[in-house]
C-alpha cells in the first residue's frame, strides 16, 4: 500500500464532501423508488384538485386571496405541502434507520466524522430531495404559466428548501433518539396530514371557523403556503413575509441545533 | 515471539520518549458510569507504541466500555485518558483518524455492497477514490472476500461479517488498532489467518489493543494484558509471568460423577495448594500433578476421568473472577 497525502484537520467543508460517495451511494440505490412519490404524485394533485376540483370551485366565484382560478391558488400550496412531505419522509424512518438497521452511523462516528459533520451531511441530502423534487415541480408548472412573477418563483424555490429544513431538522432530531419506529405512524397522522389539509394549501385558513382560525398561524406549514403563493403570484406582503422567513428559519435553526445535540447523545454515550 | 515479563507498578513514571517508546494510551482513575451503574470504576493503562495489549474478562467486566472510550466514542464520566498524546475530550476526529476500529458488534452498513463499505469508509478518512478503491480490493483479498464483492452485507455469514468488520479497520492504516473481541464468532482457519494478520502488524511498528475470551488467543498475541473483573483490574503482566504469578505449575483435573465434585473436594484439599470445583470436574493446582495424582489414588478415589497439565492463562482467570473464559 501506498501512502497518500490526508488532510489532517479537515474543515467543515472537506468533511461534508467526504461523505459524498456514501449519499451517492444511497441516491442510486433509492432513486427509482422515490420517482413516484417526488415526481409523479404532485401533477396528480395538480390534475384532480386544481384541474377537476378547481373548475367548479371557480364556477362557485369563491374569493381566492387575489388568485385568478382555483388552479393558480392551490399550485403554491401544493409545492409547499411537497417541500413539507418530502423533508419528513427522509428524516423519519433513514435517520432512526442509520442509527439503529442500517448502522450507517454507528460506523461513521468511529472515523474523523463528528455527530455534526454526521447531521450536516445528511441534512444535505434532504435539501438535495427538496430542490430537485420541488424544484421539477416549480418548473413544470410555471412552464404552464401559473406563476406571474419569474423572479418570485425562483425565489420560491429558495423558500422550499427553507420550508424542507424547517420540518427536516425537528423531525431529524426527534428520531435521532428514538428507539423503535412506532411514533412515525402517529405523525403522520397527527401532524403531516393535519397540516396538509389545514394550512392553506387548498382554501385560505380564513376559511376555517374563527375560533381555529389562528391554529393555522402556528402551522409552520402555512407560512411556507402563504410565502410562497406570496411570490409566485407576485402579492408580496413585506412584512408578514419576513415573519414567514423568520419563523421557518427559527425552526431550522432550532431543529439542527436540536439534532446535532441528540445524534451526539446517541452515538457518543 | 518475546514476551517480555513486566510488573505492574502504577506509581511508575509515565513514559517519556527518551526513556523509550511514548505512551499511545495513558489512562488515570479513568471511570464510565451509566446512570447509577459505574461499569469502569477507576482503571489505570500505559500501553506504549508498538506494544499488544490486552483485556481479559468475564461478561460485563468492563472491557467494552473501556474500549470505547480509548475509541474517543464515549466521553470517561472521570479520570484522565490521553490517546496518542491527545485528549478524546476536544482532540476526538484527530484521534479517530489514526485509529483502526473493530468494535464488539458488527457496525457495517447493511444496505451498502461489501466494497462499498470498504471503499465509502475509507473516504470518511479523507483517502482519495482511488486509494480507496485499490486499498479495499487488497483488504478483500486478504480476507478472502473477494468473490463476495458486489453482494449486499445481509448475504454474508456471521463470521464473514466479522472479516469484514476487521478488514474495514485497517482501510486508514492505523497507528493503533482496537479489536474488541475480534475472532469471536471466526472459524480456526479464519482465526489463524487473523492472527497472522496481526502478527505481521505488529511487525510494522502498529499499536494493538485487543479484547478476548480465549485464552489461546491471548497467549499468542499480547505482550502484556490485564484482567478485569467488575470494572477493576485485578492482575497485569505478560501472559507468562501472570500464570507464575497466580497460579501454579502443574493442574491435576479429576473427573467425577456428575455432583461428587462438591463433597470430594473437601477429602482432597490438603493434597493441593488450591482446588476449584467446577461442576463438570476438580482442579488440583499443584507444583507436581502427577504426585498429587498418586495421592488421590492412595486415598482410594478412582475418577473416571484425569489430566494433569501445565497452568495456562485459564487458571489464572478463573483464580482471579472464579469463573472461566468462556461462559
Ligand atoms: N450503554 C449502556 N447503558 C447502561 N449500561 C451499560 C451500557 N453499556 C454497558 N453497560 C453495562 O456496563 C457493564 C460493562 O459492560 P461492557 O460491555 O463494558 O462489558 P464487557 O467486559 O465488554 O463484557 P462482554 O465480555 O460481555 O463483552 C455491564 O454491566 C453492562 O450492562
Ligand atoms: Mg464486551
Known amino acids: 500500500m501506498t501512502s497518500v497525502h490526508v488532510d489532517p484537520a479537515p474543515g467543515r467543508i472537506e468533511r461534508l464532501n467526504r461523505q459524498v460517495d456514501y449519499w451517492v451511494t444511497v441516491y442510486k440505490r433509492t432513486w427509482r423508488g422515490s420517482v413516484i412519490s417526488s415526481f409523479l404524485m404532485p401533477f396528480l394533485y395538480v390534475v384532480a384538485m386544481g384541474v377537476l376540483l378547481g373548475g367548479l370551485v371557480d364556477s362557485g366565484g369563491a374569493s381566492l386571496d387575489g388568485a385568478p382560478s382555483y388552479l393558480a391558488y392551490i399550485a403554491p400550496g401544493l409545492v409547499a405541502a411537497h417541500a413539507m412531505q418530502t423533508a419528513a419522509g427522509e428524516t423519519m424512518y433513514p435517520v432512526l434507520g442509520a442509527v439503529k438497521w442500517n448502522k450507517t452511523y454507528l460506523g461513521m462516528v468511529a472515523t474523523p466524522l463528528t455527530p455534526a459533520d454526521i447531521v450536516t451531511a445528511h441534512l444535505g441530502f434532504v435539501v438535495f430531495r427538496v430542490a430537485t423534487a420541488c424544484g421539477a415541480f416549480l418548473l413544470v408548472l410555471g412552464v404552464f404559466g401559473l406563476f406571474t412573477s419569474v423572479l418570485g418563483t425562483v425565489l420560491a424555490f429558495f423558500v422550499q428548501i427553507l420550508i424542507g429544513l424547517a420540518f427536516g431538522t425537528p423531525l431529524y432530531a426527534y428520531s435521532a433518539g428514538l428507539k423503535d419506529p412506532t411514533p412515525f405512524a402517529v405523525i403522520f397522522r397527527v401532524l403531516i396530514m393535519p397540516l396538509f389539509l389545514f394550512s392553506g394549501a387548498f382554501f385560505p385558513v380564513s376559511n376555517l371557523p374563527d375560533a381555529i382560525e389562528w391554529l393555522a398561524w402556528l402551522s409552520p406549514l402555512w407560512h411556507g403556503v402563504d410565502l410562497t403563493r406570496m411570490l409566485t403570484l407576485g402579492t408580496v406582503d413585506g412584512p408578514l413575509a419576513l415573519l414567514h422567513v423568520v419563523v421557518l428559519g427559527t425552526l431550522a435553526g432550532v431543529g439542527y441545533w436540536w439534532s446535532i445535540r441528540r445524534l451526539t447523545r446517541r452515538l457518543m454515550h | ?327
Open chain 2, 1 to 327: 515471539m518475546s514476551q517480555p515479563v513486566s510488573h505492574p507498578d502504577p506509581t511508575a513514571a509515565p513514559r517519556t520518549s527518551s526513556e523509550g517508546p511514548p505512551s499511545l494510551i495513558r489512562a488515570t482513575g479513568l471511570r464510565k458510569s451509566f446512570g447509577d451503574f459505574e461499569a469502569v470504576r477507576g482503571i489505570d493503562l500505559d500501553v506504549p507504541a508498538g506494544e499488544a495489549f490486552g483485556f481479559l474478562g468475564p461478561n460485563g467486566a468492563g472491557k467494552s466500555s473501556t474500549m470505547r472510550m480509548i475509541a474517543a466514542v464515549s466521553p470517561p464520566s472521570a479520570g484522565e485518558l490521553r490517546i496518542l498524546g491527545l485528549d478524546p475530550a476536544t482532540h476526538g476526529p484527530q484521534i479517530r483518524a489514526r485509529l483502526g476500529v473493530c468494535p464488539q458488534e458488527d457496525t457495517l452498513d447493511t444496505e451498502l455492497s461489501i466494497r462499498d463499505n470498504l471503499v465509502v469508509y475509507g473516504r470518511y478518512f479523507g483517502l482519495p477514490r482511488s486509494e480507496c478503491a485499490s486499498r479495499a480490493d487488497e483488504l478483500l483479498r486478504f480476507f478472502q472476500l473477494q468473490e463476495k464483492a458486489r453482494q449486499k452485507v445481509e448475504s454474508l455469514s456471521g463470521g464473514m461479517k466479522r472479516r469484514l468488520t476487521i478488514a474495514r479497520s485497517l482501510i486508514n492504516q492505523p497507528d493503533l488498532l482496537l479489536l474488541d473481541e475480534p475472532t469471536t464468532g471466526l472459524d480456526p482457519q479464519a482465526r489463524h489467518v487473523l492472527w497472522d494478520k496481526l502478527f505481521r502488524l505488529k511487525q510494522q511498528g502498529v499499536t494493538l489493543v485487543l479484547t478476548t475470551h480465549y485464552m489461546d488467543e491471548a497467549e499468542q498475541l499480547c505482550d502484556r494484558l490485564v484482567v478485569m473483573d467488575k470494572g477493576e483490574i485485578v492482575a497485569e503482566g505478560s501472559p507468562l509471568a501472570l500464570i507464575r504469578e497466580h497460579s501454579t505449575r502443574e493442574v491435576t483435573e479429576l473427573r467425577f460423577g456428575v455432583g461428587q465434585h462438591e463433597s470430594l473436594a473437601e477429602r482432597i484439599d490438603d493434597l493441593a495448594e488450591r482446588v476449584e470445583v467446577l461442576p463438570d470436574r476438580l482442579l488440583l493446582y499443584t507444583d507436581d500433578g502427577e504426585e498429587t495424582l498418586a495421592r488421590v489414588h492412595e486415598r482410594g478415589l478412582e475418577p473416571a476421568a484425569v489430566l494433569v497439565r501445565r497452568s495456562t492463562l485459564e487458571d489464572v482467570f478463573l483464580h482471579l473472577t472464579g469463573r472461566t473464559l468462556v461462559d
